[in-house]
Each structure stands twice: as C-alpha cells, then as structure tokens.
C-alpha cells in the first residue's frame, strides 16, 4: 500500500472519463429518454381527450336516437290517421259514385220504357188503325183522321 | 516468474506485486503501476465507449434492448443522485454514472481467474494485477478526485470566503474562541471523507482478491484439493456478485452524498 505516481495518472483518466460521459454520453440519452417521456404524456393526454369525445358523442348519439323514435313514432301515427282518413274517403266517394251511377241507371231505365212505351203506342195505333181498316174493309184515309188516330193513341 | 512459485507465501505475493515503473529519478513516489492505469484506461475506453456507441444509434421511439438496457442503468443512477441531490449542477448525473459504472467495471475484474490472466500477462510483463481497484493508488485518485469537486461545489455555492467561514464557525459557533476547535472539527471531517470513501472500496476489493488467491493454493494439493477449491471458488465469486455491485453502488452514492453536503448551508 504505497502511494505514487500512479494517483495521479488515474485521477487524469478519471477526469477524462468523467468530462466524456459529461458531454458524449449523458446528454444524448437523457435527452432521448425526456422526449420519449415526453411523447408517451401527449400520447396518454391525446388518448383521454379521445376517450372524452367519444363519450360525448355517445351521450349526442343517445339523444339523436331518442328523438329520431320520436319523430318516427309521430310519422307512422299520422301515416295511420292517413290512411284511415284516404280509406273513409275513398268510400264515401265510391259510395257517392255508386249512388250516382245508380241514379243515372234509373233514369235511363225510365227513359228507356217511355221509349218503349211509345213506340209500343205507335206500334199499337198502326196496328189498331189497320184493325179498324180490315174491320171497315177500307182504306182508313189517315191523313183524314190523324186527329182521330193521335186522340187514340193518347189513350193507349 | 519463470519458474512459478514454490510456496504460498511466493503465490500470494506473486499475485499481489504490480508491475511498477520507475519514472525519472525512480524510487519512492517517482513509480507508475503500469498494470493499474493501462487496466484503468483500458475499462474506462471499453465501458465509455460502449455508452458512447449506444448514444450514436439512440432513438426517442421505441428503444432497442441495447438501448433500453443503458437507459436503465441511466435512469436508475439518475434516480438516486436525484433523490439526494437537489442542487442546479448538470454535473452530478454525468459523475455520479462515471463513477458507478467505472468502479463496477473495475471490481468486476475480480472475477477474472488470477492464475489464467496470469498465463497470458506473463508473455508481456512479470507482474500483473487486473483489477484496478485493488490498488489503494486508484481509490485514492477517485475518492481525491470526488473530494476536489467537493470542495469546488462548496465554493461555487457559499463563496470562498463563506465557505472559509463555515469552516471556522461551524458546529460550534461564531465565537473566535471556538475558531480553532471548529476548524480541527471540520479538518478531520474533510480528510475523514477521502479516506473513508477510498479505503473502504479498496479494502473490500483487496480483500476479495486475497480469498480468491487463498482459494486458489488448494490447486496445489492435488486434483480433489484443486475441484474442492474450484467449488469454493465458485462459492465466493457469487457471493462476490453481490459485493462487487454494492461497493460499486456505495462509492457513488457517496460521491452524490458529499456533492449534496457540500453545496448545504450549516
């Protein structure tokens, strides 16, 4: 256990490896560590952030849905009313129709048998007018009895 | 050591002589451990330059293993000169991870099997102790080294005329009287830290050396004495594993510690 030279060529090299580390080696890796620190802190308050906009847009999300059931809900109530309304409409239009054609239908029947009737009275005045001329067996001058003959078929 | 030693006490003292050069005059303190300073510079290059490396290919993203594995160590020593610092030196980190890992690496030497280094440190020199730190020359130069530093960071921080002041003053008070007490007080603390501080990491190193080399004579009496003294060998190296990291730890936990102290106000 001597002490000599050799204290002071290893404080030298101790030195040496001190300032090294000091400017070469600590720097460079702390400086890589804070930053990645650093990077993980955004990365962390990033993903919270996130997390909180992704619960608000559930919670408008929630809302957006219960008003859209709402709005259906509303919308297939008044389709039904719609349609209810459409149907008793529709009947009440085809009722009137219905009514109207039948209206339309008797009419026509009664003009139908006024014709008939009255052709069937000309029918019968000629038949009657060449009855009567077969009776007299002579020629019914109708000319000359056409007042005669239109009182007849007034009668029929 | 042609021939090899003929008794333990030749073994022993074989294992425990530096190659010691003389420098000018020679003799005394005019000698350099040629052993001690080229392993010193030799580890130092090694373990720096390994540190070095890594920063060369250092990412902020995702760090590979040889990356994480420095940072770890990085974050560990930065840690704990954190916790017992709180001065504005940027220096402390950087010294306080010199310190670690050139104490550990030169403890770790220890493990080197002394008589299989010795086969090939014998083709260029007699003598030739590995570990570092095993040399009260290289505890005393780290443990001066820290103490200088000390001493600046007291100045840096109170002034050198409030440093001299709590030199006279502190602990027992502002009295002249007491000046003189107060100065021997604060002499013996001053040159109780170096002292203290090398010679404990000295005393553990040296110490382990010298069981390994006591372990190492049971090869002298035959194969059976030579694999006892292997187990018992193995033995103490774990138990070394455990020392070598501690003494390492302690030394720059001390060195952070003194720097801490030194930069209070009393």
């Known amino acids: 256990m001597n002490i000599n030279l050799t204290l002071f060529a290893q404080a030298a090299a101790f030195a040496l490896f001190i300032w090294f580390t000091y400017r070469f080696v600590w720097p460079p890796l702390m400086g890589a560590i804070e930053a990645r620190q650093k990077h993980i802190a955004d990365g962390l308050a990033a993903s919270e952030a996130g997390r909180n906009s992704l619960s608000k847009a559930e919670v408008k999300i929630g809302q957006m849905m219960t008003e859209a059931k709402h709005r259906s809900a509303e919308i297939i109530a008044q389709g039904e009313k719609l349609k209810s309304e459409t149907v008793e409409q529709a009947k009440a239009e085809a009722k009137a129709e219905a009514d109207r054609i039948l209206v339309a239908a008797k009419a026509e029947i009664q003009q139908e048998m006024a014709r008939a009737k009255e052709s069937l009275r000309d029918q019968l005045g000629d038949l009657v007018v060449a009855g009567a001329s077969k009776i007299l067996q002579r020629e019914v001058d109708a000319k000359a009895h056409a007042d005669l003959i239109a009182a007849i078929k007034q009668q029929l | ?266």
Do not use: C
């Not at chain 2, 008070?173 to 000046?179: A, C, H, N, S, V």
């Not at chain 2, 774990?238 to 209070?264: C, G, K, N, R, W």
């Open chain 2, 1 to 266: 050591m042609a021939a090899g030693p003929t008794n333990p006490t030749e073994y022993i003292q074989g294992h425990l002589t530096h190659l010691a050069k003389p420098i000018g005059d020679g003799g005394g303190f005019w000698t350099l451990h040629v052993d001690s300073v080229v392993m010193a510079v030799l580890i130092g290059v090694a373990s720096f330059g390994f540190l070095w490396w890594v920063t060369r290919r250092v990412t902020t993203g995702v760090p590979s293993k040889r990356q994480a594995f420095v940072e770890l160590a990085l974050d560990f020593v930065n840690g704990q000169a954190r916790g017992i610092y709180h001065g504005h030196s940027k220096l402390v980190g950087p010294l306080a991870l010199t310190v670690f890992v050139f104490v550990l690496m030169m403890n770790a030497m220890d493990f080197l099997p002394v008589d299989v280094t010795a086969k090939f440190t014998h083709l260029f020199a007699d003598h030739w102790r590995v570990v570092p730190t095993a040399d009260v020359n290289t505890t005393f130069a780290l443990a001066l080294s820290v103490f200088f530093l000390m001493i600046a960071f007291a100045i840096r921080a109170k002034g050198l005329g409030g440093w001299i002041h709590e030199l006279l003053t502190s602990p027992f008070g502002k009295f002249p009287l007491l000046w003189p007490i107060n100065l021997g007080m604060n002499i013996v603390e001053l040159v109780a830290k170096p002292l203290s501080h090398s010679l404990r990491l000295y005393g553990n190193i040296y110490a382990g050396e010298v069981i390994f080399l006591l372990l190492g004579m049971w090869a002298a009496t035959g194969v059976a004495g030579a694999l006892f003294g292997g187990v018992l060998h193995l033995g103490w190296a774990i138990f070394h594993l455990l020392i070598v990291p501690l003494q390492a730890f302690i030394f720059m936990m001390l060195t952070v510690v003194y720097m801490s102290m030194a930069e209070e106000h009393h």
